[in-house]
């Protein structure tokens, strides 16, 4: 049965001189990434970066075992042979989390349950089609419930732009300028006496200031047009 792991390193520093001198994998400290003893011919990894920037940035099938070097400094020591992809750009893991529930940690095994859709939420396979979901159902905690998978497609609509002051993140800080982000609903959850249908058009994508505008008042939010207008000074 095939597995499916995490690779960590904790340097993007690390990770970017590594693609740098053209992915090397003919040595055992010419990966970043740490791969545990449990992964085999087969399985299937994804490559995460932590410290300060948390996210996904490639994936692969090992395809060949451990190895054990023959000569010169290697003699004796095991490596890995492996496949590699970078992705096009670099999946957050606050969006994986919220889309399939996994927290990414160092080098693990991802629970057989979640990989599934964690391999295909980092890697994009499926993409996200969603136009309106049920929402406003009473949880236990007495919270109601927000559809993640709307949330993401609302996000991947906005393209890093904040809907009020047109602000793009994802050209701020290299990209970690899109964890400024939130979707805020047009159509307050909280004014809602039964669970409703929220559309895609119900929401938008602003960035963390804004948001904290449109709801400076706590009992009447602004709606984007009235932000928007006070933020040109009207």
Known sequence: ??????????SERDYLDW??????????DDLPFGFPDAIGVGDRYLAFIGGKDQVFVGYGTVVSEWKVGLRGAWKGVEFLLDEFHRLREPASAADVEEITGYRPRRTSEIDPVLAGEVWRTVRRMKPIDVERAPEGIV????????????????????????????????????????????????????????????????????????????????????????????????
């Open 1 to 10: 049965m095939t597995k499916t792991f995490v690779v960590y390193v904790g």
């Open 19 to 28: 693609i740098e001198a053209g992915q090397p994998s003919d040595r055992p």
């Open 139 to 234: 949880t236990e905690a007495k919270s109601k419930k927000r559809s993640a998978a709307l949330r993401q497609a609302a996000r991947t609509r906005a393209g890093g732009l904040c809907a009020a002051c047109g602000t793009d993140f994802s050209q701020v800080a290299g990209g970690l300028g899109r964890r400024c982000l939130v979707v805020h609903h047009t159509k307050q959850l909280k004014d809602r006496d039964q669970p409703d249908e929220t559309q895609l058009a119900d929401l938008a994508v602003v960035c963390a200031n804004c948001h904290m505008m449109i709801h400076a008042n706590p009992n009447r939010a602004l709606s984007l047009a009235q932000l928007r207008r006070r933020l040109a000074g009207h």
